[in-house]
């Protein structure tokens, strides 16, 4: 049988070595069923590339090429580059981490943009380190305990924010960006169907909670991920040569306080009188977010309760409602 | 057809007749004008490749790695801070095992920073687990980067050659460059067996373990021993389909009733040559042997070729700061694994691009004649008695700011 022919790829296939609630797996299989089989993937170091390779054994389905942390998007130009002028070239998928996309790897996904390459990042962001230990990274948010960002007598978590990536992405003016979320999935299918669709430079930033490092039930993660975006603390935008093109509208905000709780790693914030002041913080960017892409009034086809009563390929489907959250 | 060609110019025209189909630079002196040459090339039309001009050596290097796992043929040039820059990829590369070709334009490495000649960078990398071949001309330097290719993609090693900054990149010289057809004959069309294709689909670089981990690097290192062999043969065929040879793992020079030898690399042998002339016809029986190929290590060759000597000197432009010359220690080591008890005496010269002349060449062949029984461990050839240590700050002589 010919493989686009199947009722499912399972390009990530089971027996992988996530832990229970990876936001990561979920997102990467997602995704890469998506793209159907006639893609190349190139995986920067990170949680996604240990869980699924060991020794001889592999998760992947699909062609699947691992070098080191820095230099994916790199490896992806001259995987790309090789495809030109051939008769069938396959499409060229970058899948990195937090780290390998905000930190390590920026400078190499900064060249892959600006020389044009026909290529899709995809940044899973779990907003830390995950793989060494939960240590902070550029994507870590504001106050959020990591080991290299304690909270202590002098210090209430991160103390910077978090970088605002797609503000750099924009700046590259390129044919598509997108930011997306495990616990919008039709959202996701279309944002990486739409990416599909197009050639050249294109990026997906997909928010994927990780319950080891957040410190959050690993049947939570969906929920913390809806609630991320319910807030404002991760909108969910498309961009196209650098303007905001597309909004999820949010049909109704909730507090920031309400995502922040359900998280072991802001729970110091709620322990002592200051951590007040930092969740005032965050509201106030969640806020700045919410005016910055109009989220409350944009004019858009659906918004977040009708994205999330979005039925599943028919198929018993997910029906979430408010009461379903608290 | 021969050509006055600058050196630079002569290696690209090399890496056109390879036909690579992926190209990746990033300039750094003394390489640019391999990758500028190649950039025109691509202008004209003369070359069909893609040309990847990266935002940093580390992404070069990338570029290639991911090329080559796709199945094309492709090159990159480096140096200095951009090889150091490439190492943690060039260790990838090689230990996925990809056929990538690259040359190393060899200079001094920082700091203190310098532009010049010596071979710090790709010695460095020794144990980078590519083969590595130096060259003396830039005649070598275009037939090696042909035989470079055919080496690669026969052991999925990668090959990385090195020739000297400016005393060969930058220096106009008679060479003869092969034409398309044979070289098309003596290189057939790339073909990796392991090549990322979706109909059949395969991963690459995932993890390993410690159950599994030593017999990976054992199998590497049982490739780069077998590589020897067809490090040789290439260099046969090669003299065979085009008349000229350069040596194979060495280049001797009248060693064969020598008492004494010189062992060198890359374009010091040229003056080196010299000096042994002179030397003999004053009736003194040296000779000198050439490193071409320095990784893998050509123990057997080496031992051979120096075993009838009474007195060995290895004069090198790297240093392993704190233990000596890192070629001498090699070749001590290899003389007395077998056995051969001749004393070696070391000489680190011409860093820097600091000119290693024919009298500088001919004090060390004297230092080496009077030497008591003890080797000369490290000396510097033509060091200033009292070298400033560590490298003096430039003295500010007017201060940014008043005293506040």
Redesign the interface.
Known sequence: MDRRDAFRLNALTSGHRACSGCGQAMAARMVTDLLG????I??ATGCL??F???????A?????????F??A????????????GRERP?RVVVQAGDGGTFDIGL??L??LI??GHDALFICYDNEAYMNTGVQRSGSTPHAARTTTSPPGRLSEGKSQLKKDLLAIIAAHHMPYAATASVAFFPDLKAKVEKAMSLSGPRFLHIFSPCPLGWDHEAAASVQVARLAVETGLFPLVELEYGAVTGVMRLAQPRPVEEYLRLQGRFKHLFREPRGAEEVRHLQALADANIRRYGLRDAPTTWDTDEAGRVQRGGRGGYVTTPEHLS | MKRQIEGSQAVAEAVRLCRPQVIAAYPITPQTHIVERLAQMVADGDLVAEYVSTESELAAASVVLGAVAAGARAYTASASQGLLLMTEVLFNIAGLRLPVVMTCANRAVGAPINIFNDQQDSLSLRDAGWIQLYVESNQEAVDTLIQAYRIAEACELPVMVCMDGFYLTHTVESVDLPDQAQVDAYLPPMHFARTLDPAAPSTLGGGSEPDNYLEYRQAHHRALERALVEIETAAMSFADLFGRAHGALLDSYCTEDAERILVTVGSAMGAVRDVVDALRARGERVGALRLRCLRPFPTAALVQALQGARRVAVLEKAISVGLGGIIVTEVRAALHHAGVRVPVDGFVGGLGGRDLTPDSIAAVFAASAAAGAAPIDCCFVDAAEDPPSPPPASPVKEPLHGPS
Request: glycine residues 4%; charged residues 10%; proline residues 4%.
């Open positions: 089989p006639d893609v190349i190139v995986n590339q240990v699924t390779t060991h020794n001889a054994q592999s992947w389905q699909v062609p699947w090429l691992h070098s080191v820095a230099n998007a790199a490896v992806a130009a001259g995987v790309e580059a090789a495809q030109r396959a400078q190499c900064s060249g600006e020389r």
